[in-house]
């Protein structure tokens, strides 16, 4: 083992905490261990210079990584394949004729009045799998005890755990993205006025909300997108649309989903997702500032996410914020199917619990043991359902620059 003598370091230290001295350079490679991957055949005793190092504990980092994204997770089902989803559309009121009755009309009561009914079907499913293989009695001569070896093998257990999670996280984001994806698509028309190139700063619509826009509209400034998380005053704006649209949504409307029926929301089974930029500035420059914090809060029980498809390496907002997705296109006329949507500054969605979801979740793992070469892999296996539906409620809230050469407001 390395020992190395370290008391004039400690001493200057010590002199640097009393602040009997100013802060100097100080020479830490001797001090903290950052470790080695292997022994080298000079690890040997301090004594007779001959001994090697005995390895006395091992630590296994074997930590759970559990999902941190929001729960979409729905039913699932040992038996058949596709999830068909029947709603049923609003009836017209008619005429009371009990109150208009004439003598010698015939009055029908016969007449049958059929229902309308919307049905889809969902029946795609994705799938992958992680491969492990352990061999067992060719790694025992590395431990000193059945216990130092099940803990190894349930460190690994763990990491395949984990690598499985965070694979399913990143799915339901992208479950979350699609429908994010589909919304600006099916109002893209707005954010291309006149035909003109398409800009979500140009607009604001019912379904995807331009908060800036909105924002400046209404106060007549040029806050941009790059200032807005720091200013009070729209942060404070964020949290007053989004309370608008938690009750909004309560009510029966066809305006805030793809297909245009009519739909409503009950609290319970609404969901709010927001990055976690906009949940940090709402706490640190409005909730600590306030004496009444809860009338400024985002929609109750909002789940946060650091990002929607990536950090980007650097967790600039510009990355946490942004999509960059094809989804399939419903135009008919669309060559590829497909339609490249790229926006960001996404600050949240809100939407219907059957908006977005996973069915027919299963996991499992199979096994085999190979004889000959004395090891057994396991396969750790999902499939799942993930699925947007196009007719139920679903808001996306971003913010977007205005074009620069119409930077200002509407009428300037």
């Not at 029926?261 to 997702?273: D, G, P, Q």
């Not at 906009?278 to 789940?303: E, F, M, R």
């Not at 996973?358 to 892999?377: I, L, M, P, S």
Request: hydrophobic residues 40%.
């Amino acid at each position: 083992m390395q020992v190395a003598q370290v008391y004039e370091i400690v001493n200057t230290m010590s002199d640097e905490f009393l602040g009997e001295e100013s802060v100097v350079k100080e020479d830490l490679s001797n001090v903290v261990d950052i470790g080695k991957s292997i022994f080298s055949a000079t690890s040997v005793d301090n004594y007779v210079k001959k001994l090697l190092d005995v390895i006395g504990r091992m630590v296994f980092v074997n930590e759970v990584y559990r999902s941190k994204m929001p729960d979409i997770l729905m039913d699932s089902w040992e038996y058949g394949s596709c999830v068909e989803k029947i709603s049923a559309n609003l009836k017209e009121a008619e005429i009371n004729e009990s109150w208009s009755l004439t003598s010698g009309e015939t009055y029908n009561q016969d007449e049958f009045y059929g229902v309308s009914v919307n049905v889809t079907f969902f029946n795609h499913k994705v799938t992958f799998e992680i491969p492990c293989s352990f061999a067992e009695i060719q790694v025992k001569e590395s431990f000193n005890s059945v216990t130092q070896l099940n803990s190894f093998f349930s460190m690994i257990q763990t990491m395949i755990e984990n690598s499985m999670t965070l694979k399913l996280d990143a799915l339901i984001m992208r479950t979350i993205n699609n429908m994010i994806g589909q919304t600006l698509l099916a109002d893209a028309a707005a954010f291309t006025p006149e035909g003109g190139t398409l800009d979500y700063g140009t607009a604001s619509t019912l379904k995807a909300v331009n908060l800036l826009y909105l924002y400046n509209q209404m106060y007549d400034t040029n806050l941009t997108a790059a200032a807005c998380l720091t200013e009070p005053e729209f942060i404070k704006f964020t949290a007053y649309i989004m309370s608008l649209y938690e009750d909004r949504l309560t009510r029966m409307s066809t305006k805030f989903n793809i297909a245009g029926l009519e739909r409503f929301v009950e609290k319970e089974n609404m969901r709010t997702v927001v990055l976690s930029e906009l949940a940090s500035a709402h706490k640190i420059y409005l909730q600590s500032d306030v004496y009444h914090d809860g009338l400024v809060q985002l929609p109750d029980n909002y789940t946060t996410v650091p990002f929607w498809q990536g950090n980007g390496g650097d967790y600039s907002f510009t990355n946490d914020s942004k999509i960059h997705i094809e989804v399939a296109d419903a135009d008919p006329d669309s060559l590829t199917g497909k339609a490249e949507v790229e926006i960001s500054g996404v600050l949240g969605v809100m939407f219907s619990k059957y908006a977005c979801g996973v069915n027919q979740f299963n996991r499992r793992t199979t096994t085999h043991y190979n004889a000959k070469g004395e090891f057994f892999t396991n396969w750790a296996k999902t499939d799942a359902n993930y699925f947007n539906a196009l007719d139920e409620n679903f808001v996306v809230f971003f913010v977007a620059d205005a074009p620069a050469e119409d930077s200002g407001v509407d009428g300037e």
